[in-house]
Nanobody, 112 residues
Framework: QVQLVESGGGLVQPGGSLRLSCAAS????????MYWVRQAPGKGLEWVSL????????YYADSAKGRFTISRDNAKNLLYLEMNSLQSEDTAVYYC?????WGQGIQVTVSS
């Protein structure tokens, strides 16, 4: 059974930083491209970033470019999203996903 468990969310002031982590189990983690997807209050799902199996290629939505960094540690089955210069528009539930399996999501709130 695949499990994806996000952590590291919370409340942060505008301009602040957070690092999200996703612990994966029940799958051959190193074989999967991994994604971060978010859902802001009252809005649909928005793709944020993705990373290839080795971590050598990364992609970002325009809203995340230059501020967010996705990375992974295949030895530890961990996916990360480093988020800097956070803005109120980044307030959302963030999901770690293979697109077939999803974590439960973690709340990120950017507010003063």
């Amino acid at each position: 059974q695949v499990q994806l468990v996000e952590s590291g969310g919370g409340l942060v002031q505008p301009g602040g930083s957070l690092r999200l982590s996703c612990a994966a189990s029940g799958l051959t983690f190193s074989s999967y491209w991994m994604y971060w997807v978010r859902q802001a209050p009252g809005k649909g799902l928005e793709w944020v970033s993705l990373i290839d199996t080795s971590g050598g290629s990364t992609y970002y939505a325009d809203s995340a470019k230059g501020r967010f960094t996705i990375s992974r540690d295949n030895a530890k089955n961990l996916l990360y999203l480093e988020m800097n210069s956070l803005q109120s528009e980044d307030t959302a539930v963030y999901y770690c996903t293979t697109m077939a399996d999803w974590g439960q999501g973690i709340q990120v709130t950017v507010s003063s």
